[in-house]
Structure formats: structure tokens, C-alpha cells
């Protein structure tokens, strides 16, 4: 998994959630920019691990922020991803939850990613 991906998510409505460049390091780190406002957060730190053959699980969480750049409050994502057997490639599912400057759960959104290697 380690290496630089460009990555679409995808709600369970099939509609598109968000895109973004995504960073795996070997020593089970990744760090994550999306293509998005980044007065609002758009980067995300998170931690891997293999679970199965070409099989790994993701967690990563970021701070949000409202567009006048006051806190908004936190999100986490958690994954579960495959990468193909050539390793160009991966596919998986995620669950988003975002939490309120308080802690307290706002909502949660499902779905699919996908994402190719840069090489």
C-alpha cells in the first residue's frame, strides 16, 4: 500500500463524496489531502494496518472548520481497502462520522472508494 494514490469517494447513493491525493508510509502512517476548501480542513492524519492478503484497514481523523475559519469540530474515517495484484490500484468501503466541536456525533456517511497509484 505504501506509496502516493489518487482516490474517489463515493456515498452509498452513488453519488460522488469527495477526491483526494493520499500518502501511505511503510512505517503504518498515512496522510491524506482532499480536494476541497481548505479554510474549511482538508487534511487528515491517519494509521494502517494489514489485515489479509493485499487487504488493509485505515483510520484516519481531521479537524473541520466553518468557512470563517472557526472550529466546526472533528471527523474520522474508517476504511477497509484491497489493492489489486498488480498494485496500481485499490477498492474498499469507508464510514465517515462527524463530531461537533463538543464531541458529539452529527452524522455519518457510507460508502466506496476507489484509487490509482502515481508512479
Known sequence: MTGLW???YTDSG???FYEAFDMWHADG????TSFGD????NYCLGVWKQ???RTVT??????????DGSPAGFFTLAETDTINRKGDSYTGTFGYKQYDVNG?????ITGTQAA???H
Open 58 to 67: 485505515l483510520s484516519h481523523v481531521a479537524w473541520v472548520y466553518n468557512s
Open 29 to 32: 502512517t498515512e496522510w491524506e
Open 6 to 8: 489518487h482516490i474517489f
Open 104 to 108: 458529539n456525533f452529527q452524522y455519518e
Open 116 to 118: 490509482t497509484r502515481f
Open 51 to 53: 489485515v489479509g492478503p
Open 38 to 41: 481548505p479554510r474549511t480542513g
Open 14 to 16: 452513488g453519488n460522488p
